[in-house]
């Protein structure tokens, strides 16, 4: 028994202190944690590593989760060339740790990002190449993140996915886009009492929205999504969200309970109007817009203001046909992904 | 898997059968030793603890074909508890917990469990941290402590009635709840299985007894 023990504590010891090795392969499986401000953020690196290539998602919400982004198709024509990284920010998805609610600050899910690199050069090499892709909430997160500071530096390439950079110019155009879709839908007699009632409200705001105005919009701009028959597969079905989360490991429940966005003080302060143009004349990096035709949550306008604003050698537009929101997981996913694969191809 | 789902049809018969008692007394509860199985396939741990009951009621209802009885038993129970959550975390909590327990004659049991703890997990991969100077750092036993709040509802048979052997066995599922976590809470649901020993010379425990006629 004594031996045992001994044998026990040694072999621990040995362990303990074992640089980590890390290795760059064809098909990676990495789950490791950032640990800052009281936010223990879990980071998965799927796929090819050995491409010194990293594909970051920055989820949308506030309040998401990134491993959603991973889905079959991303698993078999993504990861099979480049390494997906999948971060959960503070108090989103699978993060972990006590309460920090005093951190849910733009500035500190900035730095979060800025570690998040720190680490990811650490593990893979000063000489990896990054793209940034931010969705929605993300896609506000992430040219705020670009116009920090020397942060640029760190990436090669900025994929812009339906992001919310300007929420009184998105709020405008979502009015907009609702109006018109709905006098049509009315006119065709498809699903008239939810689109009377959206019509109503729109026609009842005048400019610059109130905070609760700026979440109904929002709310029937989702809404929307659900009921615009050009959209054939607007959002993933819940079966392949729950088949995502049980094959990552993800806590179920907890997903069904997180940290909630609506009344989350960080989406309280989005809400208010905040809008990241003004600074996207300090973006140089090679970027790519990719919105969706029937998107009314982050509508497709919405690239324009960027790609006029920007100062970048290489910015390309593409608005898919078929997509709303969830552009990268319906019915136009080959051509987003695809979109995606040229530019990181062309830029790494 | 089929034996877990075996057990928890067997368990849960239990509950269903609480109506039917014979005319015997039931053997007042003893303290016991508990060894639990958590996670029913994923995210598997184990949980193990003492319980000392502390307080026994025998109830008689008079029926047409006599009287039928059972006992509300509460016991105090003390655990400690592990799993594992790939790619999560490993959790390990400390637990105690009001058992309410109700059984027939013969020998199945239902019960209801509230209870209280502390839990310390550990992140389920290496942790890092960045420096300001970005230096990054490997944390070591990196996670977090919480306290918790459980609840648990579940069944099974006691072995001590009709076979004489100092043995329960159970099922549970239980919800429980981490806080403070993130700038919620965190909750999780838990089944258990498991067995509970009574050894002869063990912890005595010396429950107040009462009998209530209706």
Redesign the interface.
């Given at each position: 028994m004594k031996q045992l023990l001994i044998l026990l504590l040694t072999s621990l010891l040995i362990t303990?202190c074992q640089k980590?090795k890390i290795s760059l392969a064809a098909n990676a499986h990495?789950?490791?944690?950032?640990?800052?401000r009281g936010?223990?953020m879990?980071i998965?690196v799927h796929g090819n590593t050995a491409s010194k290539t990293f594909i970051m998602m920055i989820h949308g919400g506030p309040g998401g989760d990134a491993i959603v982004y991973r889905s079959e198709y991303v698993k078999s024509n993504v990861e099979s060339e480049f390494a997906m990284v999948y971060w959960d920010q503070?108090?989103s998805g699978?993060?972990?740790?006590?309460?920090?609610?005093q951190y849910?600050d733009i500035a500190y899910f900035i730095e979060d990002f800025e570690?998040v690199i720190?680490?990811l050069k650490?593990r893979y090499g000063s000489d990896i190449s990054i793209f940034v892709n931010g969705h929605s909430w993300g896609g506000f997160l992430t040219p705020a993140f670009l116009q920090k500071g020397n942060n640029q530096q760190q990436v090669k390439g900025w994929i812009q996915s339906a992001g919310a950079h300007n929420i009184p110019l998105l709020n405008q155009y979502a009015i907009q886009m609702l109006l018109e879709k709905a006098s049509i839908e009315i006119a065709a007699g498809r699903n008239t009492e939810k689109w009377t009632e959206i019509k109503d409200y729109c026609e009842g705001i005048t400019l610059p929205m109130s905070n609760e105005e700026s979440r109904q919009i929002n709310i029937y701009s989702a809404e929307a999504q659900t009921i615009t028959p050009e959209i054939p597969k607007g959002i993933p079905a819940a079966r392949d969200i729950y088949q995502i989360y049980t094959e990552?490991?993800?806590?179920l429940?907890?997903l069904f309970?997180?940290?909630?966005p609506v009344t989350?003080s960080l989406a309280d302060w989005l809400f208010q109007g905040q809008e990241v143009s003004t600074g996207m004349s300090t973006i140089t990096v090679p970027t790519l817009l990719l919105f969706g035709k029937w998107d009314f949550v982050c509508p497709a306008p919405l690239a324009d203001d960027i790609e006029q604003r920007i100062q970048s050698s290489f910015v390309r537009k593409r608005v898919l046909e078929n997509s709303g929101h969830g552009l990268m997981a319906g019915a136009d996913k080959e051509v987003y992904w695809e979109e995606v694969l040229d530019f990181v191809r062309r830029f790494r | 898997m089929q034996r877990m789902i075996l057990l928890f049809l067997w368990t849960g018969a239990g509950l269903i059968s609480q109506a039917q008692t014979d005319k015997v007394s039931i053997p007042l509860p003893v303290s016991s030793l508990k060894l639990g199985y958590l996670g029913a396939g994923i995210h598997p741990g184990v949980k193990t603890g003492i319980e000392i009951p502390y307080k026994v009621i025998q109830v008689e209802k008079r029926k047409r074909g006599g009287p039928k009885v059972h006992l509300k038993q509460r016991g105090i129970s003390g655990s400690l508890g592990y799993y594992h959550?790939?790619?999560?975390?490993d959790n390990v909590f400390l637990l105690v917990e009001q058992v309410r327990r109700r059984e027939n004659t013969r020998g199945w049991f239902s019960e209801f469990a509230p209870g209280i703890g502390y839990s310390r997990?550990f992140?389920?991969?290496?942790?890092?941290?960045?420096s300001a100077q970005?230096e990054?750092t490997?944390?070591?036993m990196?996670?977090?402590?919480?306290a918790l709040i459980s609840l648990s509802a579940g069944g099974g048979y006691n072995l001590g009635i009709k076979k004489d052997i100092p043995l329960r066995i159970y099922g549970r599922i239980g919800l429980m709840t981490f806080f403070?976590?993130?700038?919620?809470?965190?909750?999780?649901?838990i089944p258990e299985l498991g067995v509970s020993y009574s050894p002869t010379k063990f912890l005595k425990s010396n429950p107040s007894f009462k009998i209530r006629k209706k």
């Open positions: 303990s980590e990495d789950t490791f944690f950032l640990e800052n936010s223990a879990p998965r503070r108090n699978a993060s972990q740790g006590n309460r920090n609610r849910d570690k720190t680490v650490h990552n490991h993800l806590p429940i907890q309970f997180p940290y909630n989350g | 959550h790939q790619d999560f975390h997990t992140l389920g991969g290496t942790t890092y941290q960045v970005s990054v490997r944390k070591k990196a996670g977090f402590h919480y403070p976590y993130n700038s919620s809470i965190y909750l999780r649901i």
